[in-house]
Every structure is written in C-alpha cells, then in structure tokens.
C-alpha cells in the first residue's frame, strides 16, 4: 500500500493523519521534536512539581473539526455547562457574567444583568460592525474608539486573535463572533482538560494511530524540499508527485524556510504564567474556574488545582522583560483580588515568541490555501488560510483540509 507521509505532528498534523487513516490510508507522521502536539502539549514541571500545559486554549463547543478529531481517536474534553463568561475590570472593580443565549439571537444584551456594568444594549452595536467589516478594516476602525473598545471588543481581539485591535482584522473577529455568540450557549461552552491538553487529546491520537498501523518517527526532521523530494536531517529522501502527494503541516517560519515562495508572516507573543497556590481551589471570583480581566495586565486566569494560570496575549512588551519581572508583576494582580501574600509562589513563566502571526489585514490577505505549494504537497497549519484565525480548531480544520484534498485528488 502506498504510503502517504505528513510532515508535522502538531493539531494540523495528527488531525490530517487521523482523517487519512480512518479512510484506509497508510500514514507516516514526521515529527522534529521527541514529542508531538506543538504549542499544544503538558509536561511535568519540576519547579512545580505538576502537569502542565505548554499555553492556554480555549476551546468552546464551536470548534467541529477539533471535536471530529477527538471523537475519532477517544479524546475526552469536559464542557463547563451552561457556557458563562466571567469578567472583571480592575479599574472599576467591578465584575459580570456574559451568559449566551440558547439560540442564535443574542437576547442576553437585552439583560442588564448580563451586560458589561453601565453599558446599554446599543452598545454592542460594535458586534454587528465587526461582523460586517471590510476586509481592509481593523478592530478598532469598526466599532469606534471609546470605552467598548477599551473593556469588551480590544480585550476580545486580543484574547482571540492576539494581535491589538488597532491592527487585528476585524472580518477575522466578526467570524468568530458569528460561529460562537450567534450559534447559542451550546456553541460557546468552554471544554477543559482536566488532566491536562497531551492527556485529553494528542496522547489519545498518537495511541490510535499506532493501533492502525500508522508509523510515527519523532526527531525527524525535513532539512529540504527539492525536485519532488522531501529531503530529511538523516539524508532519508521521500518522493512526491501529484500520485503520491504529502502534508506539510509546520510552522509558518519553517514553511517559509522550506517553500521560499511562501510569505514570511509577522508574529505575536503570548506569556502565560504558572502559580503554585497554597491549596486547591475549585473557582475563581465570578463561580468558574476562568476569569477574564479588563484593564489589567493579566488577560485570562484558569485555574487547575492548586495551579493558577494566567495568560497575557498581543504580549510584545511583557515577552521582553525576565521572567522573575513577569511573575511579580502579574502575581501582584492575583494576590490583590484572592487575598494572599504579596510575595509570589513558585511559578513557572512560559514565552511564546511566535505564539501566532499577527491577524492584521495585509497577513489576512497573505494566508496561503491547500494547493499553494508544490505539486503533490498540501499546506496544513492554523496559519493558512482557514478562515479562522491561529486556534486549536484553525489547526484541525486545515489538517482535515488537507486530508480530504488527497482523498479526493
């Protein structure tokens, strides 16, 4: 049987193998690294002494493709049902919850409850805006500057695109707006991983991959591509053509360096620390076990355990500064709202210089489709062009993508 290889065992990469093998093909997975996943993987912490995960994801009940993947291998996520979003912002200390509605119109802005405090549902005229922006159009450009901006439509463009809303698409945020909060409560239930993103979801699929056959070869890594070859670090040379077609499911810069004709993408930041708390704890201000913060450094706080979490998106500035700076700047922000020492626990701080490419309008229009590379190899990857932006589901659609176009080529 011929065998049909995909470079990359990231999402894109273990979505695109898994698609393959469940239609009977044959499979061989190429990975770089000694472990699989990408920016989506856990680890043992030895400072911590814990299960963590290389970066925060959220993942809401929006996401098909990355639920086709789990359903297909046994992958186990669990919802937080009814989907509510807890917020605060420190500049006004005060908190709400944003509870979708079950169906696809938004009735909860007519809520006053459920609104950010002191806004009017004719404030959030600015989702309508983004949904119907001109490609060309940043966040802020469509909804206008002012306080929504400041306290709802920036923090989510950060948050979802990780890039500023003076320079993120917001045709790309209107997308997701129209796939989660138009969808209902079901669509925008957070799904978590209690034991941690390698347990819940790529440790299932490399299991099952290797119980249908498929071969798996970590520490592999593609040195070249050249005249229908991929060519590895060993000197191992594979060829492709349009009857025998491969994945290339890496990232951007590696793509870039591979197929010179691909465009060289700015990219974003994101810092996400890790804190040791005293005990355990089950939630957080607001009833979950996630918290998003307006007007603070800290963007988005989940909490796993004794394991306190806290993500900072669009981070150029805090990605430069060391990590011991990072830890006490943001635990300074915990300790004030959970009432604990000053002095911060151990922690681990997590820097991820090229977390994403910048969501801007002119990268939008650069994002290179399935067929765009050589003939007989497919492109995969949350940074091509899904129409989604860098997200776990992102990532699993392009793979499934990919997949489907060498079934059907």
Not at 86 to 103: E, H, L, Y
Not at 268 to 276: D, E, G, T
Request: hydrophobic share 45%; with cysteine; net charge neutral.
């Amino acid at each position: 049987m011929t065998v049909t290889h995909v470079v990359g065992a990231g999402i894109a990469g273990l979505a695109a193998a898994v698609h393959l093998t469940k239609a009977g093909r044959k499979v061989a997975l190429h990975e770089a690294a000694n472990q699989a996943g990408g920016r989506c993987r856990s680890f043992l912490d030895a400072k911590l002494d814990r299960q963590i995960d290389n970066g925060t994801h959220l993942i809401l009940g929006a996401n098909p493709s990355l639920f086709a993947l789990l359903n297909a291998v046994g992958g186990r996520l669990v919802a937080q049902a009814p989907a509510a979003f807890p917020f605060f912002d420190r500049q006004a200390c005060k908190g709400w919850t944003i509870k979708p509605s079950k169906g696809a119109i938004p009735w909860w802005v007519l809520n006053p409850g459920a609104r950010l405090p002191d806004t009017s549902a004719l404030d959030y005229i600015g989702g309508w805006r983004l949904m119907k922006a001109q490609a060309d159009e940043s966040v802020a450009q469509a909804v206008g500057n002012g306080e929504m901006l400041e306290r709802l439509w920036g923090p989510l463009c950060e948050a979802i695109l990780n890039t500023s809303p003076e320079q993120g698409q917001a045709r790309l945020l209107g997308e997701v707006l129209k796939r989660s909060l138009l969808k209902g409560e079901a669509a925008c239930r957070p799904y978590t991983a209690p034991e941690g993103l390698s347990a819940a979801m790529i440790d299932p699929a490399l299991d099952w991959l290797q119980r249908q056959g498929a071969e798996i070869r970590f520490n592999h890594r593609l040195s070249g591509i050249d005249k229908g070859e991929l060519i590895f670090d060993d000197g191992e040379r594979i060829g492709i053509s349009q009857m025998s077609p491969a994945i290339l499911a890496v990232s951007p810069w590696i793509a870039a360096d591979l197929l010179p004709a691909l465009p060289r993408f700015e990219t974003r930041p994101i810092v996400c620390a890790h804190f040791l708390l005293p005990k355990p704890e089950e939630k957080l201000p607001g009833g979950r076990n996630y918290l998003g913060i307006v007007r603070g450094l800290g963007q988005w706080w989940s909490l796993r355990g004794d394991v306190l979490s806290v993500t900072v998106s669009a981070a150029t500035g805090l990605a430069m500064e060391t990590a011991p700076e990072i830890a006490a700047k943001l635990w300074a922000e915990c300790a004030l709202m959970l009432g604990l020492p000053k002095e911060p626990p151990a922690y681990r701080v997590m820097k991820e210089q090229r977390a994403t490419i910048a969501h801007t309008p002119d990268a939008e229009r650069l994002r290179p489709d399935v067929a765009d590379g050589p003939p007989g190899l497919f492109l995969a990857g949350d940074w091509t062009n899904t129409g989604l932006p860098c997200t776990l589901e992102g990532a699993a659609f392009s793979g499934q993508r990919a997949a489907q176009h060498i079934l059907l080529s």
